[in-house]
């Protein structure tokens, strides 16, 4: 018998070692390895191999919107539908049409406001190629528009804390230490990082402004192709992006015909509450939009951009992925989709997350090793510091994130000492109040109370 939601495990059991010894012996390095083997999972609860209880608050990385187990079971039936009815799965969408992944293009295009109009649908199975697509999309527009100009003398414009992707192309415009830590050095262009206008640090907001006009005063608005942003910071620490510096960064991007490139890999499908992209929420526009995680149901990697047709590439061939737009892909956006609507996930997301907003901010803030405790929807973050000189305490963060895993609740780490909650969307109350409830024991324990 393993231990309940609340009650104290030891990590990892013996079965959940034996497993993870030799995974560590076999696979190539990626990410710390969790002492949590995961054996079976249904709605917001996982079962390790060991028979412990946890609840699931972090999605996956924000993955599995709509929770595990049986509840993964419309997007099954929606794959198992194609293969009767088609008898076709995959059948590279690049050459051949198919009807699934063009409904869902249509319905996704028409909830996705782009300027210019309506957008255009990339289909791929990884976020990062959908960020590397848009910076593709936006470099050979200026291409076509001015041969002439070098790809050394040009610019993109990411933010301080950002995170688009681990590939060569995708990590050289990430957070800069980020970036140095993971070899992030592949793009030909120039790359300039900007202060993170954070909502409510004024000061923050008051450089990105300056950032941003040091910018174009030092390159020129005709060499800086684009600015990619998360409107609200993911790995960064969970950062909602403040409302005035976007809007004013979109009429410079406006006035200046550089790209928006909204990365919605993390916050999009109704993860922040309200509506199903981040950046509607504040009363933008997009040139491109970037998505990923969520829009794969948590049952396949549906991820792909949405681009102006401005942006849109011009001659066949130039772009493509082989699994990109096949029908499978289709198929399981159509019910992300579909339940995201019927389920009403924003409204959901929203009021979920306002709630588990108050009851962490009543149970904990206030506290001296609290810095902040934010987020948008069921897209969380709780900022931890060292009482006395107030900086951020990346110790403490993880003595938390340890502790809660030890109680029966999976967070994950963001920023330098964030602890960051995205539950599925479809958690209720009861594991709220039950999550909180671990999160205030794992602080007290962090704090040696
Ligand atoms: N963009 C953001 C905001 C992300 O958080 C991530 C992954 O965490 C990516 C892009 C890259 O997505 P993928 O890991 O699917 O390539």
New binding site residues.
């Given amino acids: 018998m393993g231990a309940k939601v609340g009650e104290f495990r030891k990590l990892p059991g013996s079965k959940g070692r034996r497993i993870t010894r030799e995974w560590n012996r076999l696979m190539a390095k990626t990410l710390p390895l969790s002492p949590v083997v995961p054996d079976y999972l249904d709605g917001v609860c996982l079962v390790d191999v060991d028979g412990n209880e946890y609840l699931q608050f972090n999605s996956g ?2 993955v599995a919107n709509y929770g595990y187990g049986r509840k993964l079971d419309p997007a099954i039936e929606a794959i198992k539908d194609v293969y009767e009815t088609s008898g076709m799965l995959m059948m590279n969408g690049g050459y051949y049409a198919n009807s699934y992944m063009l409904q869902a293009a249509k319905e996704l295009l028409d909830i996705t406001p782009i300027r210019g109009g309506r957008g255009r649908f990339f289909g791929c199975t ?6 590397e697509s848009a910076m593709k999309a936006v470099a050979m527009k200026r291409d076509r528009e001015n041969p002439v100009v070098r790809p050394e003398e040009q610019v993109f414009i990411h933010m301080a804390g950002a ?4 590939t060569h192309a ?1 990590s050289s415009i990430i957070d800069q230490k980020k970036r140095e830590r993971i070899h992030g050095l592949g793009l030909p262009y120039q790359i300039c990082e900007v202060t993170f206008p954070l909502q409510g640090d004024s000061e923050a907001c008051a450089q990105f402004k300056e950032d941003i006009g040091a910018a174009l005063e030092k390159f020129g608005p005709g060499l800086i192709l684009g600015v990619i942003l ?1 409107v609200v910071q ?2 960064g620490g969970v950062n909602p992006i403040d409302k005035e510096a976007l809007l004013f960064l979109e009429r410079v991007c406006l006035n200046f015909g550089i790209a928006l490139i909204a ?1 919605e ?3 999009g499908f109704c993860r922040c509450g309200g509506e199903p992209w981040a950046y509607t929420l504040y009363g933008i526009e997009s040139d491109i939009v ?1 998505f ?2 969520g829009a794969g149901y948590g049952v396949l ?1 549906v ?1 792909g951009m949405i681009v102006s047709e401005a942006f849109d590439f011009q001659e066949y061939g130039e772009h493509a992925a082989t699994f990109g737009n096949d029908p499978i892909l289709g198929a399981v956006l159509n019910e992300s989709i579909k339940q995201m609507r019927s389920n009403k996930l924003g409204e959901r997301s929203r009021e979920m997350g306002e709630y588990l907003l108050g009851q962490l901010r009543e149970a904990i803030g206030g506290q001296p090793w609290i810095r902040d405790i934010r987020g948008l929807g069921l897209f969380v973050g709780i900022e931890f510091c060292d009482p006395h000189s107030g900086d951020p305490d990346p110790e403490f963060s993880k003595k938390v994130w340890k502790t809660c895993e030890n109680y029966g609740l999976l967070t994950l780490p963001a920023g330098l000492a964030v602890n960051r909650l995205a539950p599925p969307l479809c958690v209720s109350r009861e594991e709220i109040d039950s999550a909180v409830s671990i999160l205030k024991t794992a602080c007290q324990v962090a704090a040696g109370c």
Wanted: net charge negative; glycine share 20%; proline share 4%.
């Fill in positions: 990385i924000s990884a976020g990062v190629v959908g960020v995170f688009h992707g681990r995708a998360e993911g790995e990365d890999v993390q916050t970037i990923g995680k990697p991820c």
